[in-house]
Nanobody, 126 residues
Framework: RVQLVESGGGSVQAGGSLRLSCAAS????????MAWFRQAPGKEREGVAS????????YYADSMKGRFTISRDNAKNTVYLQMNSLKPEDTAVYYC???????????????????WGQGTQVTVSS
């Protein structure tokens, strides 16, 4: 498994921006899938976005399209989530996850990922 450490969470007002980072101990496989999930109190964990190392493919949940951008720096073993136009309903703990590349076929399935970070809190106030 890969060790993942998230950072960059915090509190912002609605309309603001945050950038989350996820540092991986290694991109153990050239073909890997990195994803961001989030979980709000009382709700199930949901997929936010993912990035497949092959071909630069990215995937987003519909409610995040146009507002969130996932990117990666393979030289630094780091994945980022740029979040713009934040809304109060984006408040949640955000988790980074990693798995082999085939997992991106089911990128929004949290049960398909075998490495997880500890999570970082994002709070958006109205």
């Amino acid at each position: 498994r890969v060790q993942l450490v998230e950072s960059g969470g915090g509190s912002v007002q609605a309309g603001g921006s945050l950038r989350l980072s996820c540092a991986a101990s290694t991109f153990a496989f050239t073909n890997n899938c990195m994803a961001w999930f989030r979980q709000a109190p009382g709700k199930e964990r949901e997929g936010v976005a993912s990035s497949w190392s092959i071909g630069g493919f990215t995937y987003y949940a519909d409610s995040m399209k146009g507002r969130f951008t996932i990117s990666r720096d393979n030289a630094k073993n780091t994945v980022y989530l740029q979040m713009n136009s934040l809304k109060p309903e984006d408040t949640a703990v955000y988790y980074c996850a990693a798995a082999d590349g085939s997992t991106c076929d089911h990128w929004d399935r949290s049960d398909k990922f075998d490495s997880w970070g500890q999570g970082t809190q994002v709070t958006v106030s109205s």
